[in-house]
């Protein structure tokens, strides 16, 4: 099993970027996916969640109207699409697949993203 995050960087204030996680060895389409994120010094938090297979979504609310998280099924990818971004979107950004049962069931290393001027 493996999920890998990219499309992290630096990016000034009100900035876009779009991370991808792409997963193998499991079922993809099954999963509900989720994006969380971790800033130095503070606990991981939730960021969105997509459900399968209904697709609907969840955000924090520090990044709703910002964020949208999406699914491609057939290509085993999740993306996270940020805009608007503010310095403290500063994090590791993390994917995880997760079932109603067990929601960790795996997680990706991350990728960082550095809001900054």
């Known amino acids: 099993v ?3 995050e990219s499309g992290g960087g630096l990016v000034q204030p009100g900035g876009s970027l779009r991370l991808s996680c ?4 499991f079922t993809f ?3 509900h996916m989720s994006w969380f994120r971790q800033a130095p010094g503070k606990e991981r938090e939730l960021v969105a969640l997509i459900t399968s297979p209904t ?6 609310d520090s990044v709703k109207g910002r ?4 699914r491609d099924n057939p290509k085993n990818t999740v993306y996270l699409q940020m ?3 503010k310095p403290e979107d500063t994090a590791v950004y993390y994917c995880r697949a997760g079932s109603s049962f067990n929601p960790d069931l ?3 290393k ?4 550095t809001v900054s001027s």
Request: proline share 0%; charged share 5%; aromatic share 16%.
């Open 2 to 4: 493996h999920l890998g």
């Open 55 to 60: 697709g609907e979504t969840t955000y924090a």
């Open 29 to 31: 389409n099954r999963y």
């Open 110 to 113: 991350g990728t960082l993203v």
């Open 22 to 25: 792409a997963a193998s060895g």
């Open 67 to 70: 964020f949208t998280i999406s």
């Open 83 to 85: 805009n608007s971004l």
């Open 106 to 108: 795996y997680w990706g």
